[in-house]
């Protein structure tokens, strides 16, 4: 799988003095993630996800984060249309939260919102939500995309914790899907999935403890979304067969 891509192209901080008169216009295009075939997924998403996405482990070591799969070729978002509307149910919230996110200081305890100011959405023609009200306060909607963006902080500090549990317990291994593409044989590959089996051999404190923080709720809600990988893979071929 490619190394997940930013998708932030130049993030500043929000402020009335340089954003009193721009407004933020959403909801039409996908298309800032048309390159993007993954993207992180929060343990509080797995249930929703799950029902239509394959959830599978990015990254290493420390930087280990749950991620949805959402195209099986390199810079290719299978659920972005070529009008950039979302094709699918389910909309990740690293995309919703998009162009806002949160940049931390230096020593990690500061956070300041940011926004892309190269967001095509991103305007001072008055289209769409104002940032501030004539008087330079935060309107509603900023009110209401800062406390998005807090929560979306709060269950990523959450989901690094349970990655890093599937590290330490030893229960996450390499793996990749095999699928035919144009009728050739792929690969989707740099991903780690749970083991079941040694899932299934942990001592019964073990289990316990991730019962009592639904956490081993989660590993079979990524267990149960695999199977959504040969779907996927299936309908991209036929797209790809009818062009």
């Not at 993030?11 to 993630?33: L, Q």
């Not at 343990?43 to 930087?63: K, P, R, W």
């Not at 989901?159 to 996450?172: C, H, S």
């Not at 590993?219 to 067969?241: F, G, I, K, V």
Request: with cysteine.
């Amino acid at each position: 799988m490619a190394k997940q891509l930013m998708i932030y192209e130049r993030a500043v901080p929000v402020s009335s003095e340089a954003h009193r008169d721009w407004s933020v216009k959403t909801g039409d295009t996908f298309a800032f993630a048309k390159e993007i075939n993954s993207v992180p997924i929060l343990a509080a998403e797995f249930a929703v996800s799950a029902l239509e996405h394959t959830i599978i482990f990015a990254g290493e070591g420390d930087a280990v984060f749950p991620s949805v799969i959402l195209g099986m070729r390199d810079n290719d978002n299978a659920h972005v249309n070529e009008d950039g509307s979302w094709n699918g149910n389910y909309v990740p919230a690293f995309l919703r939260r998009y162009p806002f996110v949160f940049s931390r200081s230096g020593d990690g305890d500061t956070f300041t919102l940011c926004i892309d100011e190269e967001f095509e959405g991103f305007n001072n023609e008055g289209k769409g939500e104002r940032l501030f009200d004539a008087d330079g306060n935060r309107t509603q909607y900023l009110e209401t995309m800062l406390k998005f963006i807090q929560e979306y902080q709060n269950q990523f500090t959450r989901t690094q914790a349970f990655a890093k549990k599937l590290v330490d317990l030893g229960l996450l291994e390499p793996a990749q899907a095999q699928f035919q593409m144009a009728g050739k044989q792929s690969a989707l590959a740099g991903f780690q999935t749970i083991n079941r089996a040694k899932l299934k051999e942990l001592s019964g404190d073990q289990l316990k403890e991730l019962a009592a923080t639904d956490e081993l709720e989660l590993c079979y809600m990524h267990l149960q979304s695999l199977n959504n990988l040969t779907p996927m893979a299936r309908r991209l071929a036929d797209q790809l067969d009818s062009e």
